[in-house]
């Protein structure tokens, strides 16, 4: 019997996992995702690096692709993907043929929110909304504990709602994006902008160049006690709270679900966006506030839920 292995592909990094039948991380591989200007050929070199990687030389019984884009209602093409160079590749069928194995894909956030309800924070309820803070904003949302994906399959693009009309520009070629100013871009713009100005902790980890400056060290130096990172997260937070205050307004879920890389801050990023998400619901002292919560998975929800949706896939047409 071989392995299935999820591969979550996002704006800067490709995780691959071999995962177990009760969601069980095995073991991991990662790769740097090329970027968004370049051949797609490249990303999808990295994508087959890290699936060889993990595989470790055992039977490859299917791969399940979470990617950071709009994927068709059919879980074949990538239609568009802000962080990466996919405008409607037929990303399925052309890595099927170059592993030779099923592969099965979606959304990133839809695969997170598939582990979270199974196996994670989610597990029990019926509705949820799954926020996925990496280099960007995913979405997702579960309805009557299914994944409600949309007439084109790109419901929960949460991250593109404008909330700054005329605000930052966004990779998507809008302005005023909710991910520009509450995901990864948005937590080292904020503490780029304030380096130099004074002794910081963030300052010696980049060494003085504010372009070196990267979402971990923000993370570090917030832990060290720097105000300017901890601001940062405040800040990023607090466009959380805001964000979800609609979402809420709009699904009334049992739960708020917080995934992604930046969520491996916990609570010095959930407290401000808890706090903004009372202040900002409508009708906040009338009604029951759902709990915000990080997920369970942690940033491996994505590849947990990939790999069970190919193992789906692949019993189903077995």
Same mark, same amino acid.
């Given at each position: 019997?071989?392995?299935?292995?999820? %591969?979550?592909?996002?704006?800067?990094?490709?995780?691959? &996992?071999? %995962?177990?039948?009760?969601?069980? *991380?095995?073991?991991?591989?990662?790769?740097?995702?090329?970027?968004?200007?370049?051949?797609?050929?490249?990303?999808?070199? &990295?994508?087959?690096?890290?699936?060889?990687? *993990?595989?470790?030389?055992?039977?490859?019984?299917?791969?399940?692709?979470?990617?950071?884009?709009?994927?068709?209602?059919?879980?074949?093409? *990538?239609?568009?993907?802000?962080?990466?160079?996919?405008?409607?590749?037929?990303?399925?069928?052309?890595?099927?043929?170059?592993?030779?194995?099923?592969?099965?894909?979606?959304?990133? &956030?839809? $695969?997170?929110?598939?582990?979270?309800?199974?196996?994670?924070?989610?597990?029990?309820?019926?509705?949820?909304?799954?926020?996925?803070?990496?280099?960007?904003?995913?979405?997702?949302? *579960?309805?009557?504990?299914?994944?409600?994906?949309?007439?084109?399959?790109?419901?929960?693009?949460?991250?593109?709602?404008?909330?700054?009309?005329?605000?930052?520009?966004?990779? $998507?070629?809008?302005?005023?994006?909710?991910?520009?100013?509450?995901?990864?871009?948005? +937590?080292?713009?904020?503490?780029?902008?304030?380096?130099?100005?004074?002794?910081?902790?963030?300052?010696?980890? $980049?060494?003085?160049?504010?372009?070196?400056?990267?979402?971990?060290?923000?993370?570090?130096?917030?832990?060290?006690?720097?105000?300017?990172?901890?601001?940062?997260?405040?800040?990023?937070?607090?466009?959380?709270?805001?964000?979800?205050?609609?979402?809420?307004?709009?699904?009334?879920?049992? $739960?708020?679900?917080?995934?992604?890389?930046?969520?491996?801050?916990?609570?010095?990023? +959930?407290?401000?966006?808890?706090?903004?998400? %009372?202040?900002?619901?409508?009708?906040?002292?009338?009604?029951?506030?759902?709990?915000?919560?990080?997920?369970? +998975?942690?940033?491996?929800?994505?590849?947990?839920?990939?790999?069970?949706?190919?193992?789906?896939?692949?019993?189903?047409?077995?």
């Amino acid at each position: 019997m071989g392995v299935f292995i999820g %591969v979550d592909v996002g704006g800067t990094k490709v995780l691959a &996992a071999v %995962v177990s039948a009760s969601g069980e *991380v095995v073991r991991t591989a990662r790769r740097s995702t090329p970027g968004r200007r370049v051949d797609a050929a490249l990303v999808e070199d &990295a994508l087959t690096a890290a699936v060889e990687d *993990v595989a470790a030389g055992e039977t490859v019984e299917g791969v399940g692709i979470a990617a950071a884009g709009f994927v068709d209602a059919e879980g074949a093409r *990538v239609m568009f993907a802000p962080h990466l160079p996919w405008r409607g590749e037929h990303v399925r069928d052309r890595l099927a043929e170059r592993w030779g194995t099923t592969v099965a894909l979606n959304n990133d &956030a839809n $695969c997170a929110a598939l582990a979270e309800v199974t196996y994670g924070a989610g597990r029990g309820a019926s509705d949820v909304v799954m926020i996925t803070l990496g280099t960007g904003i995913g979405g997702a949302l *579960v309805l009557g504990g299914r994944v409600h994906r949309g007439r084109n399959g790109m419901a929960g693009e949460f991250g593109h709602m404008q909330v700054v009309p005329d605000g930052q520009p966004c990779e $998507c070629g809008n302005r005023g994006c909710w991910e520009q100013y509450s995901s990864g871009n948005a +937590l080292v713009r904020f503490a780029r902008a304030r380096i130099g100005h004074e002794p910081t902790v963030l300052e010696e980890l $980049c060494q003085g160049n504010p372009d070196l400056l990267v979402g971990p060290m923000v993370t570090e130096a917030a832990e060290a006690g720097d105000l300017v990172a901890r601001q940062a997260f405040g800040s990023v937070g607090e466009w959380l709270g805001v964000g979800v205050a609609n979402l809420v307004a709009a699904f009334d879920p049992d $739960c708020v679900v917080v995934g992604g890389g930046v969520s491996a801050a916990g609570d010095r990023l +959930l407290e401000p966006a808890r706090s903004a998400l %009372v202040r900002s619901l409508v009708g906040g002292g009338q009604r029951v506030v759902p709990p915000l919560v990080r997920a369970a +998975l942690g940033p491996e929800a994505g590849v947990v839920g990939a790999a069970d949706l190919a193992r789906e896939v692949g019993q189903a047409r077995r």
